[in-house]
C-alpha cells in the first residue's frame, strides 16, 4: 500500500513557478484513496481516536484519514475563521517563510485518554505540529504522531513529532527554473 501511494504522490507532483503542487493527488480518485491509505498504514493498529488537521489541507487529508482509521476528526484552524465554543491557542514557532501562525482548537474536541494523530499534507520546519501537540496534551489527550505526504525536516524534530511520510522531500522530482 505504501509503495503504491509513493508511486502516485511522485507520479501526481509537480513544481508550478517555484511552489509544491500536490493538488493533483487530490483530483484523482484513486491516487486519493491511495495516499490516504498511506498516511493511515502506519498508524492502523496504534489505537487513534482521534485525528487533527490544520487548516486547510490538513482538513481534508485529516477527515479522510479518520474515516479510514474509523476516528473522529479535530479542526486545528489558523487566525480568525469561525470555531464556536471554549477553545485554546497557540502561536507556532515561525515556519520556512518564517511566518507564525496562531492555531486553535476547540477544548472539548479532545479528551483525556484520546489517541491523537496529525495529518498534513508536508512538513519542512515541523513549527505547526508542537502547538498542536501541547493543545492535545493540554486537553488530556495523547500523541500519537504525525503522518504527511511530504516530510522535508530533520531527523531530530522527525524523531520527537514521530513523523511518518509517503515520500520525502529529497525523493521529489528537481525544482524547476
Same mark, same amino acid.
Given at each position: 500500500?505504501?509503495?503504491?501511494?509513493?508511486?502516485?504522490?511522485?507520479?501526481?507532483?509537480?513544481?508550478?513557478?517555484?511552489?509544491?503542487?500536490?493538488?493533483?493527488?487530490?483530483?484523482?480518485?484513486?491516487?486519493?484513496?491511495?495516499?490516504?491509505?498511506?498516511?493511515?498504514?502506519?498508524?492502523?493498529?496504534?489505537?487513534?481516536?482521534?485525528?487533527?488537521?490544520?487548516?486547510?489541507?490538513?482538513?481534508?487529508?485529516?477527515?479522510?484519514?479518520?474515516?479510514?482509521?474509523?476516528?473522529?476528526?479535530?479542526?486545528?484552524?489558523?487566525?480568525?475563521?469561525?470555531?464556536?465554543?471554549?477553545?485554546?491557542?497557540?502561536?507556532?514557532?515561525?515556519?520556512?517563510?518564517?511566518?507564525?501562525?496562531?492555531?486553535?482548537?476547540?477544548?472539548?474536541?479532545?479528551? @483525556?485518554?484520546? !489517541?491523537?494523530? *496529525?495529518?498534513?499534507?508536508? #512538513?519542512? +520546519?515541523?513549527?505547526?505540529? %508542537? $502547538?498542536?501537540?501541547?493543545?492535545?496534551?493540554?486537553?488530556?489527550?495523547?500523541?500519537?504522531?504525525?503522518?504527511?505526504?511530504?516530510?522535508?525536516?530533520? @531527523?531530530?524534530? !522527525?524523531?520527537? *513529532?514521530?513523523?511518518?511520510? #509517503?515520500? +520525502?522531500?529529497?525523493?521529489? %522530482? $528537481?525544482?524547476?527554473?
Amino acid at each position: 500500500m505504501m509503495s503504491h501511494a509513493r508511486g502516485l504522490a511522485l507520479e501526481r507532483f509537480r513544481w508550478i513557478g517555484g511552489h509544491a503542487d500536490v493538488w493533483q493527488i487530490f483530483r484523482d480518485p484513486g491516487a486519493l484513496a491511495a495516499v490516504v491509505g498511506g498516511l493511515a498504514g502506519p498508524f492502523r493498529d496504534d489505537g487513534v481516536t482521534a485525528v487533527c488537521g490544520i487548516e486547510s489541507r490538513g482538513f481534508l487529508l485529516g477527515a479522510a484519514v479518520a474515516v479510514e482509521l474509523g476516528a473522529g476528526f479535530v479542526a486545528v484552524r489558523k487566525g480568525e475563521g469561525i470555531l464556536p465554543g471554549d477553545k485554546l491557542t497557540r502561536r507556532s514557532d515561525p515556519d520556512y517563510r518564517g511566518t507564525r501562525q496562531e492555531l486553535r482548537l476547540q477544548r472539548a474536541a479532545v479528551g @483525556p485518554g484520546d !489517541r491523537v494523530l *496529525l495529518v498534513d499534507d508536508w #512538513i519542512e +520546519t515541523g513549527s505547526q505540529a %508542537p $502547538a498542536v501537540r501541547s493543545m492535545v496534551e493540554q486537553c488530556g489527550g495523547l500523541w500519537a504522531g504525525c503522518t504527511v505526504i511530504v516530510d522535508q525536516t530533520t @531527523p531530530a524534530r !522527525r524523531a520527537d *513529532l514521530g513523523v511518518r511520510s #509517503i515520500v +520525502t522531500a529529497a525523493e521529489l %522530482p $528537481a525544482r524547476e527554473g
